[in-house]
Nanobody, 123 residues
Framework: QVQLVESGGGLVQPGGSLRLSCAAS????????VGWFRQAPGKEREGVSC????????DYADSVKGRFTISRDNAKNTVYLQMNTLKPEDTAVYYC????????????????WGQGTLVTVSS
């Protein structure tokens, strides 16, 4: 069964850090570009970060540049999102998605999606 599973979300204080994981099963993530998206309550889904299959390309939303870092470990079939200096406005459900054809912020190019993990930044 093809699946993406996010983990690592939780409650963290402002200024804190979390590392999200996106683990693939049923297929090899090696050939896939991966994106992280988030959706806050009452807001539209937005792209946060993406990484190409070859890791030679990464991109970040302006709101997270300098604070978030995307990486991948193909041996573990997993992509990570290290989130530092978290702010209350980072509160959202975070989703990872995999695309064989493209990368970027267009959700329609992604073939597989995870179920999401909730990140809450609050004191």
């Amino acid at each position: 069964q093809v699946q993406l599973v996010e983990s690592g979300g939780g409650l963290v204080q402002p200024g804190g850090s979390l590392r999200l994981s996106c683990a693939a099963s049923g297929f090899s993530l090696d050939w896939y570009n991966v994106g992280w998206f988030r959706q806050a309550p009452g807001k539209e889904r937005e792209g946060v970060s993406c990484i190409s299959s070859s890791t030679d390309f990464t991109d970040y939303a302006d709101s997270v540049k300098g604070r978030f870092t995307i990486s991948r470990d193909n041996a573990k079939n997993t992509v990570y999102l290290q989130m530092n200096t978290l702010k209350p406005e980072d509160t959202a459900v975070y989703y990872c998605a995999a695309s064989l054809s493209s990368t970027g912020w267009d959700p329609d190019v992604y073939d597989y999606w995870g179920q999401g993990t909730l990140v809450t930044v609050s004191s």
